[in-house]
């Protein structure tokens, strides 16, 4: 038994949630309330990040989502969104090591076309070093939208319709399940979204249907 676990009672294990996503809020407020450029809140959230993937890898969670940058983030200002995917990349390239002797596998979801090419290099990279662990699933959700996943379902189920391999009336909630972006993952079954909005952002919408949610006031790099 691992020591995150070692104090839970054998009932306590075994109601844990199997999928944990989580919209990592509040990093801007965080460097603001200590006169830090918004940057500094990242960094700081990156390092949230890493103890809740330790800990949900050792408490046996299966998956955890990470909202990292949403598609909605592209509209924030330039230096911001640079600093941002600089960061992404110093964290893939100093974590994935780290990751792997965890046990950790990597799943991206979002227009991962979208980001710029060094970014993308690195992903497939790590993806690739994990890909034959079998302890926690992280997923990250990169330039990840909601809609814009329904949007691309659709369009690929009515492809599927108009070459005649699917018939209208063979589409299910399995059918739409099975062309989203999140395809190979279960529903997360509990929710967390820190600094306090009570809202879902454009994360996750078909798959949060029976969620718990979970809004803390604590911002992201305290949590
Ligand atoms: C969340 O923190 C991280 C990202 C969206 C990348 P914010 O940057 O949204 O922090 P606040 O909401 O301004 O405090
Ligand atoms: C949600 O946070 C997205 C991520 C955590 C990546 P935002 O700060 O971008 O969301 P809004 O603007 O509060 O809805
Ligand atoms: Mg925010």
Redesign the pocket.
């Known amino acids: 038994m691992s020591s995150a676990t070692s104090h839970l009672s054998a009932e306590a294990r075994a109601s844990l949630p199997q999928h944990v996503a989580v919209i990592?809020?509040?990093?801007?407020?965080?460097a603001?309330q200590r006169g830090l450029p918004?940057i500094e809140?990242?960094r700081q959230?990156a390092e949230s990040a890493r103890v809740i993937i330790r800990t949900a890898g050792e408490l046996g969670i299966k998956y955890l989502t990470l909202?990292?940058?949403?598609a909605e983030?592209w509209n924030?200002p330039k230096d911001e969104v640079d600093a941002?995917m600089k960061y992404l990349i110093h964290y893939l390239k100093t974590e994935t090591p780290e990751l792997n002797k965890s046990n950790v596998r990597l799943e991206v979801i979002g227009q991962i076309y979208r980001l710029p090419e060094n970014v993308q290099e690195h992903l497939r990279k790590s993806i690739a070093t994990l890909s034959k662990n079998n302890g926690l699933t992280l997923v990250m959700a990169l330039s990840y939208g909601s809609r814009i996943e329904i949007v691309d379902a659709v369009r690929r189920i009515s492809e599927e319709v108009k070459r005649g391999k699917l018939d209208p009336a063979d589409i299910t909630e399995q059918v739409i399940s099975d062309h989203l972006w999140t395809r190979n993952i279960p529903d997360p079954d509990l929710l967390i979204r820190t600094?306090g909005?009570m809202r879902v952002s454009n994360f996750l919408l078909w798959q949060i249907s029976y969620a718990e949610l979970v809004i803390t006031p604590t911002?992201?790099p305290d949590f």
């Open positions: 990592m809020d509040g990093n801007g407020r965080w603001k918004r809140g990242h959230g909202y990292a940058f949403s983030n924030r941002l600094s909005e911002l992201w």
